[in-house]
């Protein structure tokens, strides 16, 4: 039997691996914001650090500049992210939970068309004629919201969650005169608890950091998200940045324009919020982290 010496020798080297992999995700992120709080100059002198050498809110000031047109973005962002979790979830537990209840007839042959979703999809040009021809979703927020309501991963995962929950209670419960809505809804969601708010923040997640729908399906600038906004800023960083020599012919200061702090500042302003928000779902996420397993 191993000695407290040993044990505590062990308990050191298991705490001293956490910590450097602690470091090492914790480094680049200070290094994210430390880059965009930086000089351009500074930058260009001498290169990314840990401790700016010039602190310049330049890059903010950049990406802020029309301040109207950034909290547009963030409010749409928002609608389509609480929108589409709050439906993503319900959606995703009513089908996981009809496909995980043994006495469902058809729940094999659902959970195979489910399952074969995952391997073949109807491709971008269907999807586009359907949300835009048939749907009529171009130019409204729903197109935004629709498209990406439901992942085949994310019911099989549920699917795996709700398995583990005895058949046994569902029937007590129908002796007792309950009807399938009020077994989903009073018991079924509240022993779900876990697995909702590990799969809420994966979709949530999703439906924030989505900006391809928008380039896709919106033209109207009040419908514009956050995250495609940063990308045409990126867009406009790159272009002037292949014109610096033309810039610079004209006089202008090119190491006074954030080319290199900005790209970090859109990165802290797009995953900022959500960083915030993910410390208060962290006691949920770690007990739904085996959220779908299987046991052996």
Known sequence: MPSNKQLSVGNIIIHLIFLAASLAMLIPLV???????????????????????????EAYRYIFQAPK????????????????????????????????????????????????????????????????????????????????????????????????????????????????????????????????????????????NAWFPALLYIDKESLVPVQLLLVRMMQQVEYLKQNMQIISDLGADTNAFPTLSARMAMTVVAAGPMMVIFPFFQRFFIQGLTVGSLKG
């Not at 930086?38 to 700016?52: A, N, R, T």
């Not at 005895?166 to 009073?186: H, N, T």
Request: charged share 15%.
């Open 69 to 208: 047109l950034m909290l547009r973005a963030y409010g749409v962002t928002i609608a389509t992210t609480l929108m589409g979790t709050a439906g993503g979830l319900l959606l995703t537990s009513m089908v996981a939970y009809g496909i995980s209840r043994r006495d469902f007839r058809y729940n094999r042959v659902v959970t195979f068309y489910v399952f074969f979703t995952m391997l073949f999809n109807g491709g971008l040009v269907p999807s586009y004629i359907l949300n835009t021809q048939y749907l009529h979703l171009r130019n409204t927020i729903w197109a935004l919201v629709l498209p990406a309501l439901l992942s085949p991963f994310f019911i099989m995962l549920m699917k795996g969650f709700l398995s583990k929950i005895p058949f046994e209670m569902v029937e007590s419960a129908k002796m007792d005169g309950a009807s399938e809505w009020r077994i989903f809804l009073k018991m079924i969601l509240p022993l779900s608890t876990p697995a909702l708010a590990t799969l809420g923040l994966f979709i949530s997640f999703n439906y924030w």
């Open 31 to 57: 290094l994210v914001i430390a880059i965009s709080v930086s000089k351009e100059s500074s930058i260009v002198e001498h290169g990314y650090s840990l401790f700016p050498d010039r602190v310049s809110f």
